[in-house]
């Protein structure tokens, strides 16, 4: 299960940052994640900071998801 942050600089367009959340959230679905997912584990959040200081920011945290085993008991 990927969870994955993303830092903006301060200012940026509520459209921009969603445009960037729904693009990185299909990247994540088209090659991470399982196409089941039912889990949305995108934030985008604003920094200190200008673009070229190191943002636009992606940080990706894949962790392993449950045994198949586990998955089925809490269905």
Do not use: C, W
Not at 6 to 11: H, L, S, Y
Not at 15 to 25: A, M, Q, S
């Amino acid at each position: 299960m990927p969870v994955i942050r993303i830092e903006v600089p301060e200012g940026t367009a509520l459209e921009t940052k969603r445009r960037i959340r729904n693009g990185v959230k299909q990247a994540v679905i088209d090659t991470l994640a399982p196409k089941e997912t039912k889990y949305d584990y995108v934030a985008v959040s604003e920094v200190f900071g200008e673009i070229g200081d190191g943002l636009p920011l992606v940080t990706v945290d894949l962790r392993p998801g449950r045994e198949p085993q586990r998955r089925k008991k809490r269905l």
